[in-house]
Nanobody, 119 residues
Framework: QLQLVESGGGLVQSGGSLRLSCAAS????????VAWFRQAPGKERELVAI???????NYADSVKGRFTLSGDNVDNAVYLQMNSLKPEDTAVYYC?????????????WGQGTQVTVSS
């Protein structure tokens, strides 16, 4: 069973950078589409960035040009480099991996890591 553990969150000033890590165990991440979501207090969880099994990446408009998603098959991990952080990036960030059996999606989630950006 795939397990995901996020790390790298913390408190940073506006304009600063953080690098989030999503480490996988129990299965190889290259079998999954992997995404980062975030959820701010009182708001719904939203997609931040996704990398497909083919290696294509897509980003939410709010983070394009500032965040970069990358994967490392050797480390079996995915990373989210976040630059030029803004207070509105404050949220709990979750790693998600999705695989399909037939047409049925199976989602795996990490426990989340808090990112707080001060103004």
């Amino acid at each position: 069973q795939l397990q995901l553990v996020e790390s790298g969150g913390g408190l940073v000033q506006s304009g600063g950078s953080l690098r989030l890590s999503c480490a996988a165990s129990g299965s190889n991440l290259d079998r999954y589409a992997v995404a980062w979501f975030r959820q701010a207090p009182g708001k719904e969880r939203e997609l931040v960035a996704i990398i497909t099994r083919g290696g294509n990446t897509n980003y939410a408009d709010s983070v394009k040009g500032r965040f970069t998603l990358s994967g490392d098959n050797v480390d079996n991990a995915v990373y989210l480099q976040m630059n030029s952080l803004k207070p509105e990036d404050t949220a709990v960030y979750y790693c998600n991996a999705r695989a399909y059996i037939g047409t049925t999606p199976y989602d795996y989630w990490g426990q989340g890591t808090q990112v707080t950006v001060s103004s």
